[in-house]
């Protein structure tokens, strides 16, 4: 039998908002799964608004999202700047969503790493996965409370599997910076920061309702349920205005 010639897919067009790359395709999951079966492994942003004003003040988160293999577009704030002001047809893809989807389109063979979280958030989530579909096949479930040594050890176990994909679920821009650091331990994988999700896969924590996703109002849900993001909400007021003013030159000055 002939051998399967692995499908290199081509480079996706970028937007920008401010100076922040952001891929524009129709089939995120798609692309990627096919970057990751032609062996090429990478790195996935979910760029939200509050990234966005991070990565201003952070030059090495900023240096992580221009390498970035991909970079969807979560958030609303993202989607309205897009569509409002620079008029492109552009629709947020939730971060959780996305990494949802490409679950689903792994083979048994592809295996996936479930790493962050409190203890046993990562185990209960992969399980709850599990029960919707068998043949996942789980690697390592690990949470992120590890000592110096236990750290080590479960990077010795990242190297030895070579997981095909890897779910780091510590929070912006912990993730990000911690897959930067120890990419090269699976380059082959492709990584995910994926946030909260393992508490909303546990049933730790409820995402918002549907009609509410639809409306760009998740960011209102979350802060019923954690009234102590009021602070990070501050970034979205501050997206809109420096979004607008890079567009106008308004550049910060370091």
């Keep these: 039998m002939a051998s399967v ?31 990751m079966r032609a062996g090429l492994g990478g790195h996935v942003v979910t760029l939200n608004a509050e990234m966005c004003v991070q990565a201003e003040t952070n030059v ?10 991909l970079v969807i577009p979560d958030g609303a704030g993202v ?13 947020r893809y939730p971060g959780i969503e996305f990494a ?16 962050g979280g409190a203890p046993d958030l990562a185990t209960v989530a992969a399980q709850q996965w599990q029960q919707q579909y068998p043949e996942l096949n ?22 030895a599997l070579q997981p095909n994909l890897i779910f780091v679920g510590l929070g912006v821009p912990r993730q990000e910076l ?13 990584w995910i920061g994926v946030g909260g999700s393992f508490d909303i896969w546990a049933g730790k924590k409820q995402r918002a309702p549907r009609w509410m996703c639809n409306n760009n109002l998740e ?26 003013g890079y567009d ?5 000055q370091n």
């Excluded at 290199?8 to 790359?21: A, D, K, Y």
């Excluded at 989607?79 to 629709?91: A, S």
Aim: hydrophobic share 45%; net charge positive.
């Design 5 to 35: 010639v692995p499908v290199i897919p081509n480079p996706l067009h970028q937007l920008f908002v401010m100076g922040l790359p952001v891929h524009q395709s129709t089939d995120y999951v798609g692309w990627l799964v096919d970057t």
């Design 60 to 69: 090495e988160l900023q240096k992580i999202i221009h390498s970035a293999t």
């Design 79 to 91: 989607q309205l700047y897009f569509q409002l002001i620079q008029r492109k047809n552009i629709k």
């Design 100 to 115: 949802a989807d490409v679950l689903k389109r792994l083979k048994s063979t592809e295996s996936v790493v479930f790493y």
């Design 138 to 159: 789980v690697a390592i479930a690990q949470h992120g409370y590890l000592s110096d040594t236990e750290q080590q050890a479960f990077q010795s176990q990242l190297q």
């Design 178 to 190: 911690w897959i930067a650091a120890h990419r090269q331990l699976c380059p082959n994988a492709i």
């Design 219 to 244: 960011w209102l849900y979350r802060l019923y349920q954690e009234p102590w993001r009021w602070r990070r909400m501050l970034a979205l007021p501050k997206f809109v205005l420096r979004s607008i």
């Design 248 to 252: 106008l030159g308004w550049k910060r």
